[in-house]
């Protein structure tokens, strides 16, 4: 087969993604082919480009249809741990029980229905501690090391466990985020980082505003372009620190 060929038969048959997401055609292959290939994929980008509305159509267009039963999202902070997202004991009225976390759960969900892909999507990713989170499975969520089994540090006796080939995850990162500056290597090895800019310029955006058919808004959408020019060039700030387009899109701009 082709790869091309299915990769346009696709953005053929949902085309309202490019409509609704704006990013280029050429980005969207890219990303499509880049997920498929290495599974671990990081969008980063400044507020308001659309990295968490991306994420999810992104799935979708590769899944081929809206299930967000194959979907799982959770959002990192300082004090997510191994045993919220993967195993580990938890308190109750008697004693400790052991709690299966989301990523152990959603993993044998995958496990189960090899012949259709699971997404899971890390909102943001960079404020978790990925070595303490994701424990020895940081191994296991490499594409080489997909399908293969380890004993988990709170597993039962002689359960092995693996993340399943068909199971991609999907990170967000806000690069107006000064804690960036230190990102752990573990995410850095095991993730393809991908840029997302502001989408103004793109055909998407192009049509939404004629069909808004509005002076002010395309003023207004000119003068924000200017700005994003000049943080751009700003020494302190950068490309990091622009305004993203999703602030202009929605029912609050029909009206101005």
């Known amino acids: 087969l082709n790869r091309p060929k299915i990769i346009l038969r696709q953005r053929e048959k949902f085309y309202y993604f490019l409509n609704d997401v704006y990013i280029s055609e050429d980005m969207y292959d890219s990303l499509v082919s880049l997920i498929k290939n290495k599974k671990n994929v990081v969008l980063q980008g400044p507020p308001g480009v659309g990295k968490t509305f991306m994420s999810k159509r992104l799935a979708y267009s590769i899944m081929g249809k809206k299930d967000t039963s194959r979907i ?3 959002q990192f902070h300082q004090n997510y741990s191994y045993e919220d997202f993967v195993l580990g004991y938890k308190p109750n009225e008697t004693g400790f029980y052991l709690k299966k976390g989301v990523f152990y759960l959603f993993c044998k969900k995958a496990e189960k229905d090899k012949d259709r892909d699971y997404f899971f999507i890390i909102d943001e990713i960079n404020r978790g501690n990925m070595s303490k989170i994701f424990g020895e499975l940081l191994m296991l969520i490499e594409r080489d090391y997909r399908g293969e089994e380890i004993s988990l540090a709170y597993g039962e006796k002689d359960e092995k466990f693996s993340v399943p080939k068909n199971l991609y995850i999907i990170g967000l990162m806000n690069t107006a985020d000064r804690s960036l500056a230190i990102i752990d290597y573990a995410l850095r090895r095991r993730f393809s980082f991908v840029c997302m800019k502001p989408g103004f310029d793109t055909k998407g955006f192009t049509d939404y505003l ?37 602030y202009f899109c929605g029912t609050l701009f029909l009206k101005i």
């Open 72 to 74: 799982e999202f959770v």
């Open 210 to 246: 004629n069909n808004l058919n509005n002076a002010k808004m395309n003023n207004l959408i000119k003068e924000i372009k200017n700005l994003n020019k000049a943080i751009e060039d700003d020494g302190s700030l950068g490309k990091g620190f622009v305004i993203g387009h999703s």
